[in-house]
């Protein structure tokens, strides 16, 4: 019986394909969609809560842009509630300001602004943070003057008032740019805490116009105008977040407040000036509501 040679099969491994079940493969793209879905939804809803402080200043030709903050609106946003909250700041609230000492909570922009120009923000940021014991993350600078042209844009706004404020009465009015200005610093009518009032009214209508459809054709030039007179330090990457919180407002609403005159006491300074001192033990639980301090 001979010895039989069998031929030896030669495998080229270099045509040989690992092949992936297609169960696994669906299984790993699945965890991948569900993981990149938990990101997004972490993202917008994250039960974060980002406090942003609005100062509209009285900045002119005249006095250049070192002017005092005559608007000072404390916004909180909580995505996951949906919760949007304004409280509006007098002007002539008697406080300490950092590195300057007691002043009137308007002027802490205005100092900072003119020993370093492009500062006043941050100044006026650490102010609330030092007596109001709220932290505030980010801030927007609107330049009073540009408000008649980023009104404009929008074809003007309407204002809806329950009673007289100002010089208008009750009922819904449009206002053109410069109407819009006019009213938001009328001093002729009203005090400090109706001017207040006035500056919610005004920047619930700047948001309800520019967040209906038939408006949104002017968005670009809205951007661009908003762009000239607006300052702010909120980076790209939280706008998303806290423009989907915005688009759900006209559902839910914004929970407007103000210091109030029961919240305060009017005081005349050894220099004659009069001012308010804040009654922290009644703006305590209004600012433990609104900001979760």
Same mark, same amino acid.
Not at 49 to 77: F, H, K, Q, Y
Not at 218 to 232: A, G, H, K, N
């Given at each position: ?32 969609? $569900?993981?990149?879905?938990? #990101? ?7 039960? *974060? ?47 300490? #300001? ?12 205005? $100092? ?15 102010? #609330? ?24 844009? *929008? ?33 002729? %009518? ?16 700047? *948001?309800?116009?520019?967040? %209906? ?8 030039? $809205? ?10 330090? #909120? ?7 806290? *423009? ?13 407040? %103000? ?5 305060? %006491? ?24 609104? $900001?979760?301090?």
């Amino acid at each position: 019986m001979s010895d039989v040679t069998r031929p030896t099969r030669r495998i080229d491994r270099s045509q040989t394909v690992r092949t992936i079940p297609v169960k696994r493969k669906n299984k790993r793209m699945r965890r991948t969609l $569900f993981a990149l879905l938990g #990101i997004i939804t972490i993202y917008f809803i994250a039960p *974060l809560r980002t406090n942003i402080l609005i100062l509209g200043t009285d900045d002119s030709p005249e006095r250049g842009s070192a002017g005092r903050t005559d608007t000072i609106i404390l916004a909180s946003v909580v995505p996951l509630q949906p919760y949007i909250g304004m409280l509006s700041i007098p002007r002539d609230l008697w406080v300490t #300001i950092p590195r300057v000492g007691e002043q009137r909570i308007n002027t802490a922009y205005y $100092f900072s602004e003119l020993n370093q120009a492009g500062s006043g923000a941050d100044a006026a940021m650490e102010t #609330i943070r030092e007596n109001f014991g709220v932290p505030v993350h980010y801030h927007v600078v609107i330049h009073m003057l540009g408000l008649v042209s980023v009104v404009d844009t *929008l074809g003007g706004v309407d204002i809806h008032l329950d009673t007289q404020t100002g010089v208008y009465p009750a009922g819904t009015h449009h206002l053109n740019g410069i109407q819009a200005l006019a009213f938001a610093r009328d001093r002729s %009518t009203s005090d400090d805490f109706s001017r207040m009032a006035r500056a919610q009214v005004l920047v619930s209508a700047v *948001l309800g116009k520019v967040l %209906t459809p038939a408006s949104w054709r002017d968005l670009p030039q $809205f951007v661009i105008s908003l762009s000239r007179t607006v300052e702010t330090n #909120i980076p790209v990457w939280q706008l998303p977040r806290l *423009l989907f919180t915005l688009v759900r407002a006209p559902l839910f609403g914004v929970d407007s407040h %103000t210091i109030t005159r029961e919240m305060v %006491t009017p005081f005349v300074t050894s220099g004659g000036a009069q001012v308010l001192l804040p009654n922290w033990e009644v703006i305590n639980p209004l600012l433990e509501k609104m $900001f979760g301090r």
